[in-house]
């Protein structure tokens, strides 16, 4: 009995061995293939950006390339000035970006919560969704601006309407795809709709949590550069309208690719830990 016991044991430390260290394999190759995504995320724009500059044939002058964009950042006299000038504005549009996004996605996982308990509520909210997704925001924009003023509101507005709809559209989507036989457990034991929704629909949609996360961070970025073009100006959106008229055309192109790289890094670093996490937990992402 006691050599059954023994061998029992030892086998149950063998295979928790195993999963330790085939969950770990999977953590290290979703982190690698996230890495990799990147860099040539990175390369395919580059190329795209040199190959669409030289097949326009658009001026020197107006046009810049990679070289030139590299040049004004860390080549020309006034390099340190120009750094100094780009990340200033970058820092203030990516606190504009993480005002939109907040809000934004907070009030998608109120809303896609409040569809998961009432029926009626989806019926009744969904179609306002809608609209602030149908409608476009430049439209939106005078009324926003009349009703919250020229302020961080005018921000958390408009950036959470960017985010708002996909991101509620995902997580809505993850919460329904909880299993049917886990949710009739869980009323077997006398839980509501409150303890599905914590206990089955919650953990299930974290795919699609993830998901909404890694779409709504460009949303935000792009939410933040509207509203500082059209309200509250500061940061990237609200000096690209100065740097045309002066004609400072280098400055333009290397805020436009720095904000962009920026999108990119953030998209990247999100999906990297959206793998991860997933890997540990045995489950799969789910496409944006």
């Not at 001026?59 to 990340?87: C, H, T």
């Not at 009030?107 to 179609?127: D, K």
């Amino acid at each position: 009995m006691t050599v059954i016991t023994v061998t029992a044991a030892q086998s149950i430390v063998d295979v928790d061995a195993r999963l330790r260290r085939e969950r770990t394999r999977r953590v290290l190759s979703a982190a690698g293939w996230g890495l990799l995504t990147f860099l040539l995320t990175l390369l395919t724009v580059g190329v795209l950006w040199v190959g669409v500059l030289w097949l326009s044939g658009v001026s020197p002058l107006i046009a810049k390339g990679p070289v030139d964009v590299w040049r004004y950042l860390f080549v020309v006299p006034a390099a340190a000035a120009n750094r100094e000038l780009i990340l200033g504005n970058l820092v203030v549009t990516l606190g504009h970006s993480a005002i939109g996004f907040a809000a934004g996605l907070l009030v998608a996982l109120l809303g896609a919560a409040a569809f998961q308990l009432s029926r009626g509520v989806e019926h009744a909210l969904m179609p306002v969704a809608m609209l602030l997704r149908s409608v476009p925001l430049i439209a939106m924009a005078p009324v926003i601006i009349m009703i919250f003023g020229r302020d961080l509101w005018t921000v958390a507005v408009i950036g959470g309407i960017v985010v708002l709809f996909p991101a509620l559209v995902n997580i809505s989507f993850g919460l329904k795809s909880a299993s049917a036989q886990m949710n009739d457990l869980v009323e077997v034991y006398g839980g509501g709709a409150w303890a599905k929704l914590r206990k089955v629909a919650m953990p299930a949609s974290l795919p699609a949590f993830f998901a909404a996360v890694r779409i709504s961070v460009p949303g935000a970025i792009t939410g933040a550069l509207l509203a500082e073009w059209l309200a509250v100006g500061g940061g990237i959106g609200g000096s690209i309208g100065g740097f045309i008229p002066q004609a400072q055309f280098t400055a333009l192109w290397t805020s436009v690719v720095v904000v962009t790289v920026v999108s990119l890094l953030l998209y990247n670093v999100i999906q990297i830990v959206e793998d991860v996490v997933l890997a540990r937990m045995g489950m799969r992402p789910q496409a944006a």
